[in-house]
């Protein structure tokens, strides 16, 4: 399985972004999915979980109201609605499988950045 993000970029507070994650390879034993994030000198915070079907969804206390996870299956992408993005929101966004049989798969990150 890999993990391929999209849709990062430069944006100034209040600004919207859709981060994308294509899924290449089988998906079959993943069974939920998750965008994390990490800013410079802080330790990778999880943003966001979606499960295979979709029927269990959570969000960081900090972007709730604001994100949207979703999955397109037919599709074998993820997404991540970002809203009313904030500088604090500026990190490198990474898209991350839990694969029941080759454990936690990871992208490569994409880079978000909210100017004030």
């Known amino acids: 399985v890999q993990l391929v993000e999209s849709g990062g970029g430069l944006v100034q507070a209040g600004a919207s972004l859709r981060l994308s994650c294509a899924v290449f390879g089988s998906t079959i034993s993943i069974n939920a999915m998750n965008w994390y994030r990490q800013a410079p000198g802080k330790q990778r915070e999880l943003v966001a979980t979606?499960?295979?079907?979709?029927?269990?969804?959570n969000y960081a206390d900090s972007v709730k109201g604001r994100f949207t996870i979703s999955r397109d299956n037919a599709k074998d992408t993820l997404y991540l609605q970002m809203n009313s993005l904030k500088p604090e929101d500026t990190a490198v966004y990474y898209c991350?499988?839990?694969?029941?049989?080759?454990?936690?798969?990871w992208g490569q990150g994409t880079q978000v950045t909210v100017s004030s």
């Open positions: 991350n499988a839990q694969d029941l049989r080759v454990g936690n798969v």
């Open positions: 979606i499960t295979n079907t979709g029927g269990y969804i």
